[in-house]
């Protein structure tokens, strides 16, 4: 884990020194399937840096294939659609570059860019590795931030009860909601057996991107590991030695 967390770190500093991001374009090749399956958005990132690294120096030929590579493959997400459309135009205000007089002042913006990419890029790392893309520390100081407010509210309306609640270890008589950044979904039902998922019958993620449960996909796969079945829920095909455990 050392050496996965002095990579990052380094590839990191190659993209603050304002170099080319080889580094983080290496990593991204290496791990493509699994950060496709997730959301591509870093290698969306990343392919509008490298775009603008070859317009912002009037290579424009070098930024148009920095595009063809990137819709090689298909994507059919449409915010993808949409970024592509919106570089295309911004060819036409490149010598410009972020002056207020151009609508592609955000587009066209390499530092911000740059930053964007190490945000994308740190989190996807650590992600891989298990760790948390936010030090715990920072975490309760949010949440506690946020909270604290409503507990206090609530202590004025339940006075010696909420007293009591603390003192006893007890559970609060409502939610208190922190909002989407503190939602997560540590519980998981197959959505073909409608069983709750356990240590012996784990999530398992298909190469599609849903998620059945380990006792589906063996009987969809009729036992065999390497046997393709079709997912239920889209035409693609996967097999049990392709999906992963998902852990909760």
């Known amino acids: 884990m050392v050496d996965e967390l002095r990579a990052m770190h380094e590839a990191c500093q190659e993209l603050e020194h304002d170099g080319e991001p ?37 290579d424009t030929p070098g930024a148009l294939q920095a595009l063809r590579r990137f819709t090689a493959t298909p994507r059919p997400a449409h915010h993808i659609e949409a970024r592509i459309r919106k570089l295309v135009g911004a060819i036409a205000y490149a010598s410009h570059g972020a002056s207020d007089g151009s609508p ?7 530092t911000a860019q ?16 298990r760790l948390p893309a936010i030090s715990a520390l920072e975490t309760h100081v949010e949440a506690g931030t ?7 509210k609530l202590a004025s309306v339940l006075k010696d009860k909420y007293v009591r609640i603390c003192q006893e270890g007890g559970t609060l008589p409502i939610e208190i909601d922190l909002g989407p950044r503190f939602v997560s979904h540590s519980v998981f039902t197959c959505p073909i057996s409608k069983e709750a998922g356990t240590a012996d019958n784990p999530p398992m993620l298909l190469q599609c991107g849903h998620v059945l449960s380990l006792v589906s996909v063996t009987k969809l796969a009729r036992g065999s590991r390497s046997a393709h079945f ?12 392709q999906a992963k455990v998902v852990e909760l």
Do not use: D
């Open 22 to 58: 080889l580094r983080i374009s290496s990593w991204v090749e290496q791990h493509s399937l699994e950060l496709q399956h997730r959301s591509g958005n870093l290698q969306l990132e990343l392919m509008h840096l490298c775009f603008l690294r070859h317009l912002l120096r009037g």
């Open 146 to 152: 946020l909270v604290l407010p409503k507990l206090a």
């Open 230 to 241: 079709k997912c239920p829920y889209c035409p693609q095909e996967s097999t049990m030695a």
């Open 104 to 110: 592609y002042v955000e587009t066209l913006n390499e």
């Open 114 to 129: 740059r930053r964007t990419v190490k945000a994308l890029f740190t989190q996807e790392c650590l992600l891989r590795l």
